[in-house]
Each structure stands twice: as structure tokens, then as C-alpha cells.
């Protein structure tokens, strides 16, 4: 409750009964003002949020309950009461019935009870405010929530376009170089690693631990493969989203931001539908929430209706995201994981995946991968020695410079003249040392 003092009104046509209350109330600590005109307090009260108002009944020119009628339009939040006295008791009782007021104190009136009836008012008429300004809260934080989720909605729809349109132009410049996955793959991973929220090490290593899981089942080369670039890519959809959905861990998010989270595998299905060469590897992270048992998203898969490559990924990534989450040493972080992913084998994860990753794990097959980093440049930013990380191509899709071409000043001369015709620069994709 509010620490300022009460304030009371006080309208009396007696002089000596309005010094009589304002001496009780100002000893009991009460701040009040003291009225005999009727129509000066209702300007008063135009002015001041009163928390109590009391009025006598039987005045000249406006009664009390005509006062406080109409003090209820200007000012509803304050507690309203009447003076009466016991030959008034009817009028009284239909003022309160038919006017809204509150409450009603008898002449002559108990001190004791006066100061009582008057705090109980008090704190209603404070209850009263705090509970509108709560109220006002919840109104702006739930129009705050009902436009952030309007606002992820165009936001993912606007990045998924801007990046299918990026994988658009790379399917056309790379027309003959379609089986060259790593390439694409390696360009999508380095946006993961170029933004702050996204731990591309974790990326990494859910990849490393899909590759072995691929081969621990027996799999072929392409499907060990596929299943190592949809664990590069498992997050990609994340770049469509707001950070405030990837930022912090998903156990701290509210249910509705959960809700959208899930939907990031949908999006990057969306964004990688242009790379059709990646059509399993979309398969794979769209389908990676799928479970087991049949109650996953999106689509509620079972068994063997979920592909392979999105049950191995669900594995791989859980268990890394389980490291991910404790301080504790690396060999007490492993041992939890691999617990926690034994508890649902057979129900989230299948049972032959969990039996795989005990057996990559007792024999420590995990070895470290590396993905080439590179860096986006222009064709004045060039030096002698870089190395092309994607082959280039004219806008005739004749291939300028081959994938690995080490640049020398004639080469870099010749790009620069080219990019000097173009209206916007070169993005040429060159491999970090």
C-alpha cells in the first residue's frame, strides 16, 4: 500500500461539525478539506483524487446524496459517505441503493468508529487504484506480446525470403557444381558462426556426433554424410527468428515463445527449398522434433515414419545440448547426458540410435571436424595469396574463377575492373587462414 496520507473531503453546512472533523481526522493523522459549499467541493474535487469524501445529508440548495451522485461521475475511484442522522436513516438507505454511495456514518457519530469506517474506505479507494493500474499493465504487456508475435511472424517471413533468395542466386551461379554439398553447407554454417546468439561450436559438434552415429548404424557414405550437414545446420532457421527466441536457454522461455522456437525446423525446410541437392538434409532438421513414441512436432511421425536422418540428428543434438548445460567437468557432463538420452530411448529417441551413441561413446570415436570459416569480401577488399572459397560466375554464368583459386594481382586487377561495371560490388567467398 501507498505510504502517502489519507485525503478526505469533508462537506458540512455547520461549521462547528466540519472543525469538529477535521480536528478528529488530522489527529489521527488524516490529511482533509473542509467544505460548507457544495458546489465549491465538487470544483475541488474536479481538481484532487480525494481517497475518501464525506458529506452531510440534510444541506441547503444540494443534499448529500445528490453530492456524492454526482461526485461519483467526476471522481468513481474515491469512497463516498454520508453524515445522517437517525430521522434520515430512509432517505439514507435509498441514496445508498439508488446512488452509488458506500457507506453511511450516524450522527452523533463514535470517533473511534468515524476513523475506522474512514481507513477501511481509505484502503478500498487505494486497492481500487493499484488494481486499475495493474489492470492497465496487463493490457500494455498483453498488446506488447500480441504485437511481438505479429512482428516474429513478418520477421521470419521476411528473413526466410531474403535467405531463400540468397540460396536462389547460389543454385544459379553453381548450376554445374550442384554435388559440391560441403560448399553450400559451409556458407550456410558460416552464418550461423557470424551471429552472436548462435554458438557455432555446438553446431559443430551435433555434426560430428550424427557423422558417428551414421556410421556406428552401418549407413551408407551419403546418408552418414547427409546426416553430418543437417547436424552444420540444425539452427539455420534460427537466423529467420528473433534473437529473443534463441538468446537464452529454451527451459526460459514463456509457452508461447516456445511454441514459435518450434517452428525454426519449418523455416529452414522454407529457406532451404531453393538448394534442392539439400532436399534430405531439409528433410532431416525439419522432421528433428519428430519423437519416437509419436508425440512430436510437427506432424506427430512414429517409429519408422520419422527418417533416419532426423532421428539420428535428435539424438546427436540433445546429448550435446545436454553438455552445453552444466559448469560441471567435461567426464561428469557426459555421463549426465548420456543418462538423460538412456531415459527416453524407445519413447523420445530410437532405442537402436541410443544403443549406437553408447557404442561411439565407449569407444571414443568422437574426433574434432573442421568446416572452412570464410569471409564475405569485395573486390577492392582483395589481396595476392586469398584463397576462393566458391568458385565465381558472370551473370551469363560463365565461370570466371574456379573453387580454391589462389588470387594473384593480375586476377584481383581483372575482378575489379569487372565489379567497376557492375551497379553493386562483388560478394566474394573467401577461405580465413
Known sequence: MSEDPILVLCLDDEKSVLKSLGRLLRQNGIKAELFESGIEALERVREIPFDVIISDMRMPNMDGAEFLTSVKAISPDSRRILLTGYSD?????????????????QKPWKNEHLITEVNKAAELSKLKKQNDELQKKVQVQNDELKELNSNLESLVEKRTSQIRQVLKQ???????EKKEHKSTVELLYNFINANPYLDADKAKNIAKVCFQLAKALCLSS????MTRMAGYLSQVGLLAMDPSLYSKPFHEL??????????????????????????????AIYSQFEKYNGQGVPKGLKGKDIPIGAQILAVARDYIEHLYQSQRPMSERKENALEIIKMYGGSFYHPKIVEALLSVLSKDQIETEKVGSMSILTAQQLKPGMELGLAMHSAQGIMLLPKGHVLS???????????SQRPNPFRIMIVDN
Open 89 to 105: 436513516i430512509e432517505d439514507t438507505i435509498n441514496a445508498i441503493n439508488g446512488g452509488g454511495i458506500h457507506g453511511y456514518i
Open 409 to 419: 594481382e593480375s586476377s584481383i586487377a581483372k575482378l575489379q575492373q569487372l565489379e
Open 170 to 176: 547460389l543454385e544459379a551461379a553453381n548450376e554445374n
Open 254 to 283: 514463456d509457452a508461447e515463445k516456445k511454441k514459435v522456437f518450434l517452428t525454426h525446423p519449418s523455416t529452414a525446410q522454407l529457406m532451404l527449398m531453393p538448394a534442392q541437392h539439400l532436399s534430405d538434409v531439409a528433410e
Open 222 to 225: 551419403e546418408v552418414a554424410d
